[in-house]
């Protein structure tokens, strides 16, 4: 070790190029597989049965795949657990919203109603307190009991242990605390405040608002879960057509639900070439250094030293590398995974929250120990099976070094820039759609729009008519604001939401005929459109008494569902009905809207496309959306806004303000971190390919010294020296690139179905990209091949 140390501490420049190049790589894929074994490889923390659990969605024939509102009604979720024969057991979610008030303010918290059994279904129960009795059940608003989370118990009392003997002003009404849940506990997305659900056999089954979570039976598979869940779903269409004629249900798993993985396989995939190419790199330095070192061996195993004390020498020192390189790693994996967490917008699950646990360290350092022993052990072997005579006399004879090594040399260098080629496809095409994501137009201009949300608690507020006109009260106060040229209230806001799933059809089509569609009901006022700067196509906006009435019979439709009900027609006066889940109405259209983009851009589905706008009292939603379009800065309005909606009344908690262009990258951060995150790993790629070319062709400069000197003495020419070391690079360039493209094709095929408005298979990519590799590979190449050229004969000679 003291040899090693002395060795390492003599080459500084080596040292350090190994170890942070291995840091680098190590760190990236530590990095990388923190995430993905957080969303996609850590079992869930339930214990044993963890695998066995599943949500269950309600689907539609008219209704999109991966629509999000494909939750069950109250009565559906009774005959699922009682007649489901998959199942030990069925619960049900209704997600909220939660104003916690206090005397100074009214926040708003995520929050659940759960059916009673819910926790001990999971295998989870209070830290402190008790879990929900069955009595306790009751319908949304009417609970007496709450369980809160650990952090807001240290939020709200301080920790207080009595926490169990107070009470929270829930939504208006005292709610006595019953129980706090263990620390980190969140369950199922960030919720903080937890409220005991009645379910109710007498519900309206068209009101689809819970989400099931089932318990399958031991051997089940999620296949036999599904088939059993959609036999109790054609067993209820039998029984009740009006509401459940073509509802199926199926079941996933709980983490495939709320954790996407798509595309996790592809990055670990890339940030695994990475730490190919940096241990291709490492092992190009070892090998380059040990060929320097060679005389010192010859004269080590002349001298008496076996062939294994030769192996463990240039081990050792590999190994050292390796730790350090594996250390530093292991830190820049630290940052990187608190860097992750930190710049996210929106938190993954708490049992989903990536983090660098033992597992993955273990992951570190076997990467580390398979780096060194992949670094080291095919030098150390070449060199110790040397005989020392053959070893000294190729020393002395060999002007251009060992063949065999030159051939290690170049195949690391074609490894190298293969690697980077598809490392650089996947950085392009991500960061094109990336940036396709982010100029997308939406349908209106983002820059003057100021967005937020806030939510109406209490019982005075129960009558759609009640809320509306504090609707209209609010919408009248942040238009007095100055600065403010319009403001309208929707319940969704345009490309980063939808709006409810609805059914439309024409009048004389029966429920679920061939003309009936799937669409989305968005609540709008009657400036909406003032404020998103826009005028309707066709028709008029709402009048204030249409607002105001949750039995208004006018509806404003798009464009697109226009076209599709009466193509080449005047869609005004005409009726079509809507199906809810407060049953079907006719309505009429009065106004025709353009066509805007309302869920993320990437996610759009026919569904989606197709909007019905109703009076914003006909939704009856407690949430509502404000949009507020400013003559200058929108960031100005943010305080003045609040202030307004809570003079209107001080419980109504504001919250999610931001900016329409904050908003939209808010929406796509994922896609742009991704696209960042594969550029930073094709420019690490890149560097180290170049930094593999530049190095081979040292060495061979350094080795063919004497031989570049005869060149010279003889009468060549400087540039015949410079030819013949560029085309030795570029010929290992072409041979990577060749050796690349197979490998780039899988990436762009992996990545295709992700992207958005960016073909995959752009012949103008596919002739950059190689075309730019290549030009790095001829400055790499070039630069040492200039300094051969000045080599002074007589001093190479010499």
């Keep these: 070790m003291r040899s090693t140390i002395r060795s390492l501490r003599s080459t500084p420049g080596f040292t350090l190029a ?104 999971l295998g989870v129960a209070p830290a402190i307190g008790r879990d929900f009795r069955p009595e306790a059940a009751a319908e949304p608003g009417f609970e007496t009991e709450v369980i809160i989370s650990d952090a807001l118990w240290h939020r709200l009392f301080a920790g207080d242990p009595s926490v169990t003997a107070k009470t929270l002003l829930i939504n208006g009404r005292a709610v006595a605390v019953v129980g706090v849940m263990p620390p980190r506990f969140s369950f199922p997305e960030g919720q903080q405040v937890w409220l005991p659900l009645k379910s109710d056999r007498t519900a309206n089954r068209a009101r689809r608002q819970l989400l099931g979570v089932g318990l ?68 190009g330095l070892i090998v380059t250094r040990s060929l320097r070192r060679r005389q010192e061996l010859t004269v080590r195993a002349a001298l008496g030293a076996s062939r294994a004390r030769l192996i463990t020498l240039l081990l050792s020192e590999t190994l050292a590398l390796s730790v350090l390189g594996g250390a530093l790693g292991i830190l ?64 002395t004879r060999n002007v251009g070094g060992a063949p065999s090594t030159r051939r290690a040399q170049r195949l690391l260098v074609v490894a190298q820039v293969a690697v980077s080629l598809s490392l650089l496809v996947g950085a392009t095409l991500l960061g ?12 209106f201009p983002l820059a003057p729009l100021l967005s937020l949300r806030f939510y109406i608690a209490g019982d005075a507020y129960d009558a759609p ?73 066709q028709g008029r906006a709402f009048t204030d008494t249409e607002s105001r009435a949750a039995d208004a019979d006018v509806a404003i439709v798009n464009t697109r569902l226009a076209e599709r009900f009466w193509p080449k027609q005047d869609a005004l006066g005409r009726t079509f009905s809507l199906v809810t889940n407060d049953g079907t109405q006719t309505m009429r259209v009065v106004g025709v809207a353009p066509d805007l983009v309302y869920e993320e851009f990437g996610e759009t589905t026919e569904q989606s496309q197709l909007n019905v706008y109703v009076p914003i009292a006909r939704a009856n939603w407690r949430t509502v959306a404000l949009l507020v379009r400013a003559s200058a800065d929108p960031a100005a309005l943010a305080a003045p806004a609040r202030q307004s909606v809570r003079a209107v009344d001080p419980t109504f908690a504001v919250y999610d303000m931001l900016t329409m262009e904050d908003r939209r990258a808010f929406t796509h951060w994922g896609e742009t971190f991704m696209g960042e995150t594969y550029t930073g790993f094709a420019i690490a790629a890149l560097l180290l390919a170049g930094l593999g070319v530049w190095g081979t062709t040292s060495q061979s400069v350094a080795e063919r010294t004497r031989e570049i000197g005869l060149r010279l003495a003889i009468g060549a020419a400087p540039r015949n020296v410079v030819s013949m070391f560029v085309r030795q690079g570029i010929g290992l360039g072409v041979l990577g690139v060749a050796a690349g493209f197979p490998l780039a094709v899988a990436m762009a095929a992996s990545l295709s179905a992700g992207l958005f408005n960016v073909s995959a298979w752009d012949a103008r990519m596919w002739l950059a990209l190689p075309t730019a590799l290549m030009v790095v590979m001829l400055l790499a190449t070039w630069l040492p091949a200039r300094r051969a050229s000045r080599v002074e004969p007589a001093s190479a000679l010499r």
């Design 18 to 121: 190994a170890v942070l190049t291995l840091a680098v790589g190590i760190g990236a894929f530590t990095t990388v597989y923190g995430v993905v074994d957080a969303m996609v490889l850590r079992p869930l923390p339930f214990g044993d049965r963890s695998p066995r659990l599943v949500t269950l969605h309600s689907t539609h024939p008219t209704q999109a795949t991966d629509w999000d509102d494909s939750d069950l009604s109250y009565a559906d979720l009774i005959d699922l657990s009682e007649s489901g024969r998959a199942f030990d057991r069925v619960e049900g979610i209704l997600g909220r919203n939660i104003a916690l008030a206090s005397d100074r303010d009214s926040e708003r918290v995520l929050g659940a109603s759960v059916t009673p059994g819910l926790f001990a279904m």
């Design 216 to 283: 399958m039976r031991e051997g089940v598979t999620v296949e036999q879960a599904t088939s059993d869940a959609d036999r109790v779903a054609r067993q209820l269409a039998e029984r009740f057509p009006d509401t459940n004629r073509d509802w199926r249900v199926v079941a996933m798993p709980m983490r495939q639900f709320f954790v996407s993985g798509s595309g996790a396989s592809t990055i670990l995939a890339a940030v695994g070439l990475l730490l190919a190419v940096a241990c291709a790199n490492v092992a």
């Design 465 to 537: 008519a009640a809320k509306a006109m504090a609707v209209a009260r609010v919408l009248d106060q942040v238009r007095a604001i100055p600065g403010v040229s319009a403001v309208g209230a929707t319940g969704s806001i345009p490309s980063d939401d939808g709006g409810a799933g609805v059914r439309v059809s024409l009048p004389g089509q029966s429920a679920g005929g061939r003309g009936e569609l799937g669409a989305q009901m968005i609540p709008a006022s009657a400036t909406l459109w003032d404020a998103l700067g826009l005028r309707l196509q």
């Design 332 to 395: 820049l994996a630290m940052w990187g995974i608190a860097a992750i967490v930190w710049i996210n917008p929106e938190p993954p699950p708490y049992w989903a929250t990536p983090e660098l646990d033992l597992r993955v360290a273990l992951i570190a350092i076997m990467t580390t120990a398979l780096t060194a022993i992949a670094s080291g052990l095919v030098p150390a072997l070449r060199f110790s099976r040397a005989h020392p005579a053959n070893a000294l006399g190729s020393g």
């Design 432 to 443: 094109r759609s990336s940036m396709q994501l982010q100029s997308a137009d939406a349908g």
